[in-house]
């Protein structure tokens, strides 16, 4: 039985796919934070928090990292871990560097925050020549305005060291560019208090259908595990609505994205652990959109378990542990499963959503949630918007999406001030 050390983690899905997973492959963890309370208060009433299955809770200053790799080699003294791992992308670097501290397994700390920071994949991914759109990186407005006009409007403007799509948009002219120049100037620290890399990504609109490739690298082998497709909404923001395992796709365009991405993770270096690279289908072909060095959110791994039976949090955790996880699909009798997210129509505070007992009566529904009265929420601008999902199984064929964002359209968020007609 292995010992792992998590260090941060996400309070999403991944909290607590990821404690389940070492407990089911055998393993113990002891969960490493700067701020408890940054779990503590997410805690749904009625549930069980996934860190009471933490053989140890401890807290330091996870952000200091020359600081935490001393105190972690104290820490190993003590406990002895046999792997480090973290599900948090603003940690995922700081493992890399804990796991090689350590003498545990792991990529390559450079390779990890190669393929983590958006505008370092990009110069890697141009190198090898991976295909991936126009893009320039810059700092300041001067800088900014002058690479927009060299590649051109419209174009998607990105923080380099961002997820779950925060603060990712279209622009189309100059002032949506200063717009979107303004919005990150005004948002210099991330939600775990690290000072945010103050660069801008610039890129060339790709367009056509988005999907992910997930993968386990192991001694640099790597494995695709399936091509998921996806739903985008939101615009002028680029917010996941919708997944579907395994995307309905053409055999051979699916083998063109899982090429792509295997290509993509061999540029930035990446030869140990489990990744999530973001592609579009594009006219001229596959194109990168961007690479995850750690298991897909937003539930993803759950649609891949129901219809392949791999299980990609555990096969994380045991290439954290040096142990070589088997990836072989098993019938699980489910031909397709998806995931569809209620967004908000607008900014207030939720009164009500009905519809929820057609959600509740469908067989086909596996899972599914939806935030209680109270709750206040901006406009649909990031994957942190969502109200609630759906999740489906199809034993026939590749219907399972459409099955859940039916589902979800049946939904109805009602807001305080309507029912009230104070402003909420």
């Given at each position: 039985?292995?010992?792992?050390?998590?260090?941060?983690?996400?309070?999403?899905?991944?909290?607590?796919?990821?404690?389940?997973?070492?407990?089911?492959?055998?393993?113990?963890?002891?969960?490493?934070?700067?701020?408890?309370?940054?779990?503590?208060?997410?805690?749904?009433?009625?549930?069980?928090?996934?860190?009471?299955?933490?053989?140890?809770?401890?807290?330091?200053?996870?952000?200091?990292?020359?600081?935490?790799?001393?105190?972690?080699?104290?820490?190993?003294?003590?406990?002895?871990?046999?792997?480090?791992?973290?599900?948090?992308?603003?940690?995922?670097?700081?493992?890399?560097?804990?796991?090689?501290?350590?003498?545990?397994?792991?990529?390559?700390?450079?390779?990890?925050?190669?393929?983590?920071?958006?505008?370092?994949?990009?110069?890697?991914?141009?190198?090898?020549?991976?295909?991936?759109?126009?893009?320039?990186?810059?700092?300041?407005?001067?800088?900014?305005?002058?690479?927009?006009?060299?590649?051109?409007?419209?174009?998607?403007?990105?923080?380099?060291?961002?997820?779950?799509?925060?603060?990712?948009?279209?622009?189309?002219?100059?002032?949506?560019?200063?717009?979107?120049?303004?919005?990150?100037?005004?948002?210099?620290?991330?939600?775990?208090?690290?000072?945010?890399?103050?660069?801008?990504?610039?890129?060339?609109?790709?367009?056509?259908?988005?999907?992910?490739?997930?993968?386990?690298?192991?001694?640099?082998?790597?494995?695709?595990?399936?091509?998921?497709?996806?739903?985008?909404?939101?615009?002028?923001?680029?917010?996941?609505?919708?997944?579907?395992?395994?995307?309905?796709?053409?055999?051979?365009?699916?083998?063109?994205?899982?090429?792509?991405?295997?290509?993509?993770?061999?540029a930035v270096g990446l030869d140990?652990?489990?990744?999530?690279?973001?592609?579009?289908?594009?006219?001229?072909?596959?194109?990168?959109?961007?690479?995850?060095?750690?298991?897909?959110?937003?539930?993803?791994?759950?649609?891949?378990?129901?219809?392949?039976?791999?299980?990609?949090?555990?096969?994380?955790?045991?290439?954290?542990?040096?142990?070589?996880?088997?990836?072989?699909?098993?019938?699980?009798?489910?031909?397709?499963?998806?995931?569809?997210?209620?967004?908000?129509?607008?900014?207030?505070?939720?009164?009500?959503?009905?519809?929820?007992?057609?959600?509740?009566?469908?067989?086909?529904?596996?899972?599914?949630?939806?935030?209680?009265?109270?709750?206040?929420?901006?406009?649909?601008?990031?994957?942190?918007?969502?109200?609630?999902?759906?999740?489906?199984?199809?034993?026939?064929?590749?219907?399972?999406?459409?099955?859940a964002e039916d589902l979800v359209?049946?939904?109805?968020?009602?807001?305080?001030?309507?029912?009230t007609g104070i402003p909420a």
């Open positions: 039985m292995g010992h792992l050390l998590v260090v941060e983690s996400w309070v999403g899905a991944m909290s607590a796919l990821l404690p389940r997973a070492v407990r089911e492959g055998g393993h113990r963890f002891t969960f490493l934070t700067r701020d408890l309370h940054h779990y503590l208060r997410t805690t749904p009433a009625g549930t069980v928090h996934p860190l009471l299955a933490a053989e140890n809770v401890l807290t330091t200053e996870t952000n200091d990292v020359p600081a935490l790799l001393a105190h972690v080699s104290r820490l190993h003294d003590t406990f002895g871990f046999d792997g480090v791992l973290t599900s948090c992308d603003y940690y995922l670097g700081t493992v890399a560097r804990v796991a090689a501290h350590l003498g545990l397994p792991g990529a390559a700390p450079e390779a990890v925050e190669r393929a983590y920071r958006k505008d370092l994949a990009r110069a890697a991914l141009r190198r090898a020549g991976v295909p991936g759109p126009e893009f320039a990186v810059a700092q300041g407005w001067a800088e900014t305005v002058t690479a927009a006009e060299e590649i051109g409007y419209p174009l998607v403007v990105k923080p380099v060291d961002l997820c779950a799509g925060m603060h990712v948009r279209r622009v189309d002219d100059t002032a949506g560019l200063r717009a979107a120049f303004d919005a990150l100037a005004e948002f210099p620290v991330n939600a775990r208090r690290q000072h945010r890399v103050p660069l801008i990504l610039l890129e060339e609109l790709l367009t056509g259908p988005e999907v992910s490739v997930e993968t386990v690298t192991s001694a640099g082998v790597t494995t695709v595990v399936g091509v998921t497709g996806k739903r985008l909404a939101g615009a002028p923001w680029f917010v996941e609505s919708g997944h579907l395992f395994p995307a309905d796709l053409p055999p051979e365009v699916g083998r063109a994205a899982a090429d792509t991405a295997v290509a993509a993770l061999a140990h652990g489990v990744a999530h690279t973001e592609l579009r289908l594009t006219a001229a072909g596959p194109r990168v959109v961007e690479i995850n060095p750690r298991p897909a959110g937003n539930q993803i791994t759950e649609l891949i378990r129901r219809v392949t039976g791999i299980d990609i949090p555990m096969a994380y955790a045991q290439l954290a542990l040096g142990e070589q996880p088997d990836l072989t699909p098993t019938d699980t009798g489910v031909r397709s499963a998806a995931i569809a997210f209620l967004l908000p129509p607008r900014a207030g505070t939720v009164a009500e959503i009905t519809g929820v007992d057609r959600v509740t009566a469908d067989p086909r529904v596996v899972d599914h949630s939806h935030r209680p009265a109270g709750h206040r929420t901006d406009d649909a601008n990031s994957n942190n918007s969502y109200l609630g999902h759906v999740t489906t199984v199809d034993t026939t064929g590749p219907g399972a999406l459409d099955v359209a049946g939904l109805d968020v009602r807001y305080a001030d309507e029912l």
